[in-house]
């Protein structure tokens, strides 16, 4: 590279660094990292260890035994309306299942509720995850109202195949439903169905 | 002088409650004000989140308003903005996940939320840091205490609770449709009636008081 074409290189870096296009980009591009320094500084700090935090949670929702096993829930396949997110099987035998139904009033979050199943029998229902509306879909997640599924047969409630829930008159449990909040209701059926439907199928196993 | 430039910085806080009030005056982020005030600590906790990311925007745009190019000014907005939105964001995860799950997507959609993009581009682009700072603080806790007020109205009548908690005898005649979207729409209409009767009021009592002397 002789002498001219050096100096015509500096040229157009100059005419480059002058111009609004490159500016904007170097500016835009400067921004970018400075947020994903200040992004990565906060991430460091916040990350949250889910498993860590549900372990906890089904700690404290069943107490009396220690979980020790967790089941593989991925190849699950779910009932309609309703996820299997996570299940863990107790020393006593009782399974704790995270049971999600996409049905709820807001069904961008949906309703999670923890179910404990132990030999066949529903042992508690507790809300995990919900954005319902407070003070109305709110109330079919208090633990009065779940309390009406507690002692309820797993059996009972299961779903047989692949079928979707209809009318929930056509099974053998009778549940209250909340007036005025009759879609978080349903949420927590589906939830509590797909829960009872998932420890019947292991149970098979 | 120095009265001056402490007016300077003072003013554009104290305009944020009553002049600039975003809710009330300016009729700016409607859509959270809508959405999440359904219960008094949503309200609460969505206009602090807005607080935050609108002095801390406000902070860096100002700083950075003679560098960035006006040509690109709405993007590199958008990028500082987003950035404290996914700090409230990731943080409010960590430490209250509840309410995390309960405002949802409404905590994202902040980038959005034309009050700090109003802000950004009317005050912080043209104004010095502290100053910016002092708007963004002003404009966010008259954003958080108007979508409050709306929050404690409508829990109250549509859930029969204040701040979580219910209050007994009330919650058995509570009027759903307060929480409902028809509910939010006639409370925050309401509001903002006696919102700005109350200063039209107040600023026809202080020209008559003005012209007495």
């Known amino acids: ?205 | 002088m120095k009265n001056e430039k402490f007016r300077a910085v003072i003013e554009p806080f104290a305009n944020g409650f009553v002049k600039n009030n975003p809710t009330f005056r300016l009729v700016l982020g409607t859509c959270p004000t809508l959405a999440v005030t359904t219960s008094a600590m949503n309200g609460i906790t969505m206009g602090l989140a807005t607080t935050f990311v609108l002095m801390c925007s406000n902070l860096l745009i100002s700083l950075l308003r003679n560098i960035i190019p006006s040509k690109v000014r709405i993007p590199a907005y958008i990028l500082i903005i987003a950035t404290f939105v996914t700090v409230v964001d990731m943080t409010m995860k960590k430490f209250i996940p509840d309410l995390h799950a309960t405002l949802g997507l409404y905590i994202p959609l902040i980038v959005v939320n034309c009050i700090i993009m109003a802000r950004a581009e009317s005050f912080a682009n043209q104004n010095m840091p502290l100053p910016s700072v002092m708007d963004g603080l002003g404009v966010g806790l008259g954003f958080t205490l108007s979508i409050t007020l709306i929050s404690i109205v409508r829990e109250f009548l549509g859930a029969g609770a204040f701040f979580g908690m219910t209050i007994p005898g009330l919650s058995d005649f509570a009027m759903s449709i307060f929480i409902m979207p028809a509910g939010a729409f006639l409370v925050f209409g309401f509001m903002i009636v006696c919102f700005n009767a109350a200063v039209k009021a107040f600023e026809k009592r202080r020209a008559q008081g003005g012209q007495a002397k």
């Open chain 1, 1 to 205: 590279m002789d002498n001219t074409q050096k100096l015509a290189f500096k040229e157009s870096l100059k005419k480059m660094w002058k111009s609004d296009a490159f500016k904007a980009i170097a500016v835009l591009c400067i921004i970018a990292l400075m947020s994903a320094l200040i992004l990565s500084v906060v991430h460091r700090y916040t990350i949250v260890d889910e498993e860590a935090v549900l372990r906890e949670k089904v700690g404290e929702v069943y107490p009396s035994s220690p979980v020790t096993t967790s089941v593989d829930v991925s190849s699950y396949r779910n009932i309609d309306n309703s996820v299997i997110l996570n299940a863990f099987v107790a020393e006593d035998g009782a399974y704790i299942i995270l049971s999600k139904s996409k049905k709820a009033y807001n069904s961008g979050t949906g309703i999670t509720l923890i179910v404990v199943i132990k030999e066949g029998i529903i042992l508690c229902v507790q809300n995990y995850l919900s954005s319902e509306t407070p003070g109305l879909g709110t109330r079919a997640l208090k633990e009065s109202y779940l309390s009406q599924y507690v002692g309820v047969e797993a059996n009972a409630l299961a779903v047989r195949d692949q079928v979707e829930i209809r009318d929930p008159n056509e099974q053998t449990v009778k549940i209250e439903y909340i007036g005025g909040a009759t879609k978080s209701s349903t949420g927590v059926r589906i939830s509590v169905t797909a829960a009872a439907t998932f420890y019947i199928r292991e149970a098979a196993k």
